[in-house]
């Protein structure tokens, strides 16, 4: 089944304790992208990535890292979590031009 | 820079009726798309619908409907005979045919179904 798959699903952590959410797609998409969402803003693009080795900010990077070493898995890394990071996050992926953005289930991560 | 904007944080329908969902979006360009997201309490973004602006014809998929006016910049969703399934939050959302592939959302809204 053609999907993209994030773990965990939730995730409570503490400040300052480095994390990773994973994420990963079976479709041989070249672009990945992480979006964070939060109530009356919508959903936010963090970074994304048009291929191996080529990542790039978007619109809320700071505080955030990726990095795309495989065509299939595109992790999320928090340094140094803070409060202000707590948020739903949504890992998406596609082919380029015309095709729709396939999204994961999504990440639930509370930072206290 | 682009932005969407939806108006209407929540709306309701009775069950069989239809509702309709209002979009805005404000950009310079003239190649793009926009499309319609579903999130239901199980979080998943599900994509109902979406139209290329090149396209003059509206999107229909089953029930659902978009009324795309380009120079206006309005896309507003239509949800004909209302289902308990469609309570969920709706985000309108664009997307720039070119570069990276960034889809700008709307703030989103909460659709009730009343039975």
Same mark, same amino acid.
């Given at each position: 089944? +053609?999907?993209?798959?994030? =773990? ?18 079976? #479709?041989?998409?070249?672009? #990945? ?39 299939? =898995? ?17 890992? +998406? ?20 | ?115």
């Amino acid at each position: 089944e +053609a999907q993209v798959t994030q =773990n965990p699903r939730y995730l409570i952590t503490v400040t300052g304790k480095k994390l990773t959410v994973t994420c990963s797609q079976n #479709m041989n998409h070249e672009y #990945m992208s992480w979006y964070r969402q939060d109530p009356g803003l919508g959903l936010r693009q963090i970074y994304y990535s048009m291929n191996v080795e080529v990542t790039d900010k978007g619109d809320v990077p700071e505080g955030y890292k990726v990095s795309r070493k495989e065509k299939r =898995n595109f992790p999320l890394i928090l340094e140094s979590p803070s409060p202000n990071q707590t948020s739903l996050y949504f890992c +998406a992926s596609s082919l380029f031009g015309d095709s729709p953005l396939h999204f994961g289930n999504g990440t639930r991560l509370t930072v206290t | 820079a682009q932005t969407v904007t939806q108006s209407q944080p929540e709306m309701s329908v009775q069950e069989a009726e239809t509702v309709t969902l209002s979009c805005t979006y404000d950009t310079s360009e003239s190649d793009y798309y926009l499309f319609w997201y579903k999130q239901p309490p199980s979080r998943q973004m599900i994509l109902v619908i979406r139209q290329e602006a090149y396209k003059q014809q509206n999107a229909t998929e089953n029930r659902f409907s978009v009324n795309f006016q380009k120079a206006a910049k309005s896309f507003s969703l239509k949800i004909s005979d209302s289902q308990l399934g469609d309570a969920a939050m709706y985000f309108c959302a664009y997307r720039a045919n070119f570069g990276n592939e960034k889809l700008t959302f709307g703030t989103g809204t909460r659709l009730t179904i009343i039975p």
